[in-house]
C-alpha cells in the first residue's frame, strides 16, 4: 500500500482514531484497507496548525459560460450537496465543506441556479474554554412545506489537546436557504464509542403519506475499537426541532459501515443503503411506519472494493465506496421503483459507477451494471452521486470521469452525467459533460511546486446532484481557477470551488 495507511491513535478525552497518512506515490491496482480518515480529519489538522481563515469572502457566484462558480470564495470547498424546491422549482440551495474555515457554507438560487448567494451554517459553543468547532460533511432536503434543512457534523476540539467529541447537527431556513436562524444538535459522542461521520438527510415530500414532512436523517457512528458504532437514522416530526435516533444496521453485527443514503418511498417508506465494508457488500434496510422499527438488513449487491482506492486522480486521498439512494415518486409506470448506485472496481482494474434496482421495497434486487460510457482505454469514475426526477421519473446520476485526460496518467478529471429515461434498463450514450473545463487534483494544474490543493482533502468523498421537471443540477469542486489572483485571500490560491450547471 506504498506506505500510504497507518493506524495512528489519537487520544482526546479518551477517543480513538483511525488516522489515514497519506503519500504521493502511485496508487496500488488493488483495493485499500478498511481504515479511512473521516473527511474532516483533514479540516482538523489544518485548523490545529494553521489556525481559521475567519470570515467569508465574496458571496456572489461568478459565471463560466453553462457552469456557475457558486462559492467564489478564498480557500478551497470540497464535498458538495444540492436540493430543489419541488413547490418552487427556480429556488435551489447548496452546502459545501470549508476547508480553512470553521463554519459549514450554504448557497441558494431564486432563479433555476443562473446565480447564487452564500450564508455560513451555524455552530454551537466549545466544550472547553480553549476549544473550538467546526462543521463538515453537508447534506441538504426541502419538506413539501417549502422548510429547508441543512444536516452536518461538528466536531470538537481543544487546541493541542485532541478530540473532545463530535454531535450531529440539523439547521432549519424557511427563505430557501438566505438564513439558517434556528438549528438543533443532538447524539453528541466524546468517541470513547465511536464518532459520527457522514450524514445524509431527506424528507417525506408525499402528499398521501401518513408521515408526511418528517425529516430523517442517516449517518455511520465509526469507531476505532472493535465494535463500531453501526447505521443510525434520526427521526423528526416537528419539523426539525427534535430528533430521535434508531439503529438500522444488524445491532449484533460488527458496526464496521460507511456513506449511509436515505429515502422515501411515494407511500412514505424509509429505506436507507449503506456500504458494509466488513461485509464488503452494499446493504440495504426499511421502516414502513416512519423509521419507528426497522426490517432485517439485506444485500444489494456484493462488491470488490472494501472501502477506498487510491486512483491517480486523487493524490491525497482515496476515492471512498458509498451508495447513493432514490425512489421513483413520480406517476410514471416505474412508480415506487427503488434505485441505488455507488462505486467499484471493475476487470479492467478501474473504478466505474453501477446501479441495481427492486421493485419490492428492496427485498430484492437486480444484477448490478454500470451507467456510463464504456470504453477500451482506461478510465476512472468516482464520487458520484443519483437522483431520481420526481416529475419524469428519469434516473440521473452525475460522477468524475477521467475520459479527457491528456496526461496519459488519468489525472485530468470533467464532471458527467448519465441518463436512464427507461427505468435504468438502458443509459443513454454518449454521456453528457458538464464541466467545460478539465482539472488535475493530481498535480494542482501543473503548479510547482505543488502548494495549491495538496492539503489533504481535495474534492473530499462525495458531490451532489437533484433533478427535477426533466432538469437536472449536478454540483462538483473542480480547480479551474488555481490561477486566478484572488486579492485580499490570506493565501494566493482560491484551489478548489465549488461549481454547477444546468442540464436539460
Given at each position: 500500500?506504498?506506505?500510504?495507511?497507518?493506524?495512528?491513535?489519537?487520544?482526546?478525552l479518551g477517543l480513538i482514531l483511525l488516522a489515514l497518512g497519506a503519500s504521493s506515490n502511485?496508487?496500488?491496482?488493488?483495493?485499500?484497507?478498511?481504515?479511512?480518515?473521516?473527511?474532516?480529519?483533514?479540516?482538523?489538522?489544518?485548523?490545529?496548525?494553521?489556525?481559521?481563515?475567519?470570515?467569508a469572502g465574496n458571496t456572489g457566484s461568478v459565471s463560466y459560460g453553462t457552469n456557475v462558480d457558486v462559492s467564489n470564495e478564498c480557500g478551497p470547498q470540497s464535498e458538495t450537496f444540492i436540493t430543489i424546491d419541488p413547490n418552487k422549482?427556480?429556488?435551489?440551495?447548496?452546502?459545501?465543506?470549508?476547508i480553512f474555515r470553521l463554519p459549514m457554507r450554504g448557497y441558494y438560487s431564486t432563479n433555476g441556479g443562473t446565480s447564487w448567494g452564500g450564508v455560513d451554517l451555524p455552530l454551537p459553543p466549545a466544550k472547553s474554554k480553549s476549544g473550538i468547532d467546526f462543521g463538515s460533511d453537508p447534506t441538504l432536503a426541502f419538506d413539501s412545506s417549502g422548510n429547508l434543512f441543512y444536516g452536518y457534523i461538528v466536531v470538537f476540539f481543544a487546541k493541542g489537546n485532541g478530540i473532545n467529541g463530535t454531535q450531529m447537527a440539523v439547521a432549519r431556513s424557511t427563505d430557501g436557504g438566505k438564513t439558517y436562524p434556528t438549528v438543533t444538535y443532538f447524539d453528541f459522542e466524546n468517541g470513547t464509542n465511536h464518532f459520527n461521520d457522514k450524514p445524509m438527510i431527506t424528507a417525506d415530500q408525499n402528499?398521501?403519506?401518513?408521515?408526511?414532512?418528517?425529516?430523517?436523517?442517516?449517518?455511520?457512528?465509526?469507531?476505532?475499537?472493535?465494535?463500531?458504532?453501526?447505521v443510525r437514522l434520526a427521526t423528526s416530526t416537528d419539523h426539525g426541532a427534535s430528533f430521535t435516533t434508531k439503529r438500522v444496521d444488524d445491532p449484533s453485527g460488527p458496526g464496521r459501515s460507511i456513506g449511509a443514503s436515505p429515502a422515501v418511498g411515494p407511500a412514505g417508506q424509509v429505506y436507507v443503503a449503506w456500504n458494509d465494508y466488513v461485509a464488503n457488500a452494499i446493504v440495504f434496510n426499511r421502516s414502513f411506519d416512519g423509521g419507528n422499527t426497522w426490517g432485517t438488513p439485506v444485500t444489494v449487491s456484493q462488491k470488490v472494493l472494501p472501502f477506498d482506492l487510491r486512483i491517480p486522480?486523487?493524490?491525497?486521498?482515496?476515492?471512498?465506496?458509498?451508495?447513493?439512494?432514490?425512489?421513483?415518486?413520480?406517476?410514471?409506470?416505474?412508480?415506487?421503483?427503488?434505485?441505488?448506485?455507488?462505486?467499484?472496481?471493475?476487470?479492467a482494474n478501474v473504478t466505474d459507477i453501477f446501479v441495481s434496482y427492486s421493485d419490492d421495497n428492496g427485498a430484492t434486487w437486480t444484477?448490478?451494471?454500470?451507467?456510463?460510457?464504456?470504453?477500451?482505454?482506461?478510465?476512472?469514475?468516482?464520487?458520484?452521486?443519483?437522483?431520481?426526477?420526481?416529475?419524469?421519473?428519469?434516473?440521473?446520476?452525475?460522477?468524475?470521469?477521467?475520459?479527457?485526460?491528456?496526461?496519459?496518467?488519468?489525472y485530468q478529471t470533467d464532471y458527467y452525467l448519465a441518463r436512464s429515461t427507461d427505468g435504468g434498463a438502458t443509459w443513454a450514450a454518449p454521456d453528457v459533460r458538464v464541466s467545460t473545463v478539465s482539472s488535475n487534483e493530481h498535480d494542482c494544474n501543473g503548479i510547482f511546486p505543488c502548494d495549491g490543493i495538496n492539503y489533504g482533502n481535495q474534492q473530499g468523498d462525495y458531490?451532489?446532484?437533484?433533478?427535477?421537471?426533466g432538469v437536472a443540477y449536478p454540483v462538483w469542486t473542480d480547480s479551474r481557477r488555481q490561477l486566478d489572483p484572488s486579492s485580499g485571500c490570506r493565501r494566493p490560491l482560491l484551489m478548489e470551488e465549488v461549481f454547477t450547471a444546468k442540464v436539460k
Open positions: 500500500m506504498n506506505g500510504r495507511l497507518r493506524l495512528t491513535m489519537f487520544l482526546g502511485v496508487r496500488p491496482t488493488a483495493a485499500e484497507s478498511a481504515t479511512h480518515d473521516p473527511t474532516w480529519w483533514d479540516k482538523y489538522q489544518f485548523i490545529l496548525n494553521s489556525g481559521s481563515d475567519g470570515s422549482p427556480k429556488t435551489l440551495a447548496a452546502g459545501s465543506n470549508e402528499v398521501g403519506s401518513p408521515y408526511r414532512d418528517n425529516v430523517y436523517i442517516a449517518w455511520d457512528a465509526a469507531s476505532g475499537g472493535s465494535i463500531g458504532g453501526g486522480a486523487e493524490s491525497f486521498r482515496g476515492a471512498l465506496v458509498y451508495p447513493s439512494l432514490d425512489v421513483d415518486r413520480s406517476s410514471g409506470i416505474h412508480r415506487g421503483r427503488i434505485y441505488c448506485s455507488w462505486m467499484d472496481l471493475t476487470p444484477t448490478a451494471a454500470p451507467v456510463t460510457d464504456q470504453f477500451l482505454s482506461p478510465v476512472d469514475r468516482f464520487n458520484h452521486w443519483m437522483s431520481v426526477d420526481p416529475v419524469t421519473g428519469n434516473v440521473d446520476v452525475a460522477f468524475y470521469d477521467t475520459r479527457n485526460d491528456t496526461t496519459g496518467f488519468r458531490e451532489g446532484l437533484v433533478s427535477y421537471g
